[in-house]
């Protein structure tokens, strides 16, 4: 309880430092509207459940650390103190891959949380042929599922992944044989909770009659809802966690990019069609609206994108990735931002109407999805 407590200060006083600390929000929005808050996050502990894992609401992503957007590699000591200045904030839930770098993101992770390890849990993926040499393959057989998670296990010098995904989805391994192979390693010790990205309804359902599954991880953000029609039903009726992945639109969503703004070659958004130049203008109402949302909650775009993953269910964790400390404080300050069952559907009433531009993914990202 002490812990929670000074934590929860420290929260605040990062955020008044930001300039983003909010006048108790829930009582601003309870004055001006009758219809009930929609805070789904347990007013105990502060945390959400992902299956049986408890979290913080916010997570962190640790992929940009590692060049995947904008100016390269950023430096380990960097790095290490924005993760330390995570878990101060309050957030205990990190995402990491073995592809991340590859190997470098776990690498930068293990370092910074060595002091408060096992307060913490490690979400780490496997599913790409990173030890073949072939980093954009896919390969879930068996023995390389187990080949990574002992790298995986060594890198983040630790004992167990609490949370161990399938990266993706591989047509020739039957999903059974890859829960089988989890399920042995859970009973092993070596993993505790089991995780999917990017999977089908069907085979959500089919891993987990072999191995229970904690969370699912996909893209969802403001821009991007598949999701919601294609597997919350099923996640809902098994009680599986979801872990939307590009919550702030790899940018875009926070207001930060403009439409004049263009991305080059190693960059990842340089092949996505959404950050494409006619796509980035036409795409600027959404921007717009966003903001004037920002302004009626006296917050910022990012976290209106933010507040609204959480909205939806209680059982939702976004893991904005982030190598800024102001960034990473304004992202926690979502959990500041409240929806209304009322405000929730006139933001999707209107949100629904803005006509959006270009595919969230490129052809060969889109065809290693399970559909
Ligand atoms: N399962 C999968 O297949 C999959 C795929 C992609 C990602 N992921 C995971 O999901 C995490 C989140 O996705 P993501 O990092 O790709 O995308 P994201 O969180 O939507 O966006 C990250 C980008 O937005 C910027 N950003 C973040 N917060 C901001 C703010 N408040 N204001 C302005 N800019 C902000 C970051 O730049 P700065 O560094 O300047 O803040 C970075 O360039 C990843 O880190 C990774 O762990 C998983």
Redesign the pocket.
Same mark, same amino acid.
């Given at each position: 309880m002490e812990d929670l407590s000074r934590r929860k200060f420290l929260q605040q006083t990062a955020l008044a430092g930001a300039g983003l600390m909010f006048t108790n929000p829930v009582t601003i929005f309870s004055q001006i509207n009758n219809s009930p808050i929609m805070n789904n996050t347990d007013k105990n502990t502060g945390k959400r459940k992902l299956g049986t894992l408890e979290v913080s609401p916010v997570g962190l992503?640790?992929?940009?650390m590692v060049g995947?957007?904008?100016s390269g590699v950023r430096e380990k000591k960097a790095m290490v103190e924005l993760i330390r200045s995570a878990y101060e904030q309050g957030v205990t839930f990190f995402?990491?891959a073995e592809v991340y770098g590859p190997y470098l993101s776990e690498e930068y992770l293990s370092e910074a949380v060595t002091p408060f390890r096992d307060k913490i849990v490690i979400a780490t993926?496997f599913g790409f042929g990173v030890e073949e040499k072939q980093p954009t393959a896919l390969n879930s057989e068996p023995k390389h599922i187990r080949r990574a998670v002992e790298g995986s296990l060594k890198r983040l010098k630790t004992d167990r992944i609490d949370l161990l995904y399938q990266?993706r989805v591989d047509q020739k391994i039957p999903i059974e044989d890859v829960a089988g192979t989890v399920k042995d390693l859970i009973q092993e010790g070596k993993v505790l909770h089991f995780g999917l990205?990017?999977a089908s309804a069907n085979s959500i359902r089919k891993a987990h009659a072999v191995q229970p599954v904690s969370a699912v991880?996909s #893209?969802y953000?403001v821009w991007w809802r598949e999701p919601e029609t294609k597997i919350f039903s099923t996640l809902e009726e098994l009680g599986i966690g979801f872990v939307p992945?590009?919550?702030?639109?790899?940018?875009f969503l926070?207001g930060?990019i403009n439409a004049q703004q263009r991305f080059l070659k190693p960059e990842r958004r340089s092949t996505l069609p959404r950050f494409e130049p006619e796509a980035l203008k036409q795409n600027e109402p959404l921007i717009n609206f966003l903001r004037s949302w920002a302004e009626r909650k006296n917050a910022?775009p990012?976290q209106v994108a933010l507040a609204w993953t959480l909205a939806q269910k209680s059982w939702i964790v976004p893991?904005?990735?982030?190598?800024?400390y102001h960034?990473l404080s #304004?992202?926690n300050g979502a959990i500041n931002v409240s929806f209304s069952s009322t405000e929730l559907n006139e933001f999707n009433s209107e949100v629904s109407k803005i006509k959006l531009l270009g595919h969230r993914a490129d052809a060969f990202t889109e065809s290693q999805i399970d559909k």
């Open positions: 992503g640790c992929l940009p995947y957007y904008g995402d990491t993926k990266h990205s990017e991880q #893209e953000a992945y590009c919550p702030v639109g790899r940018g926070t930060d910022s990012a893991i904005p990735g982030t190598t800024q960034h #304004e992202n």
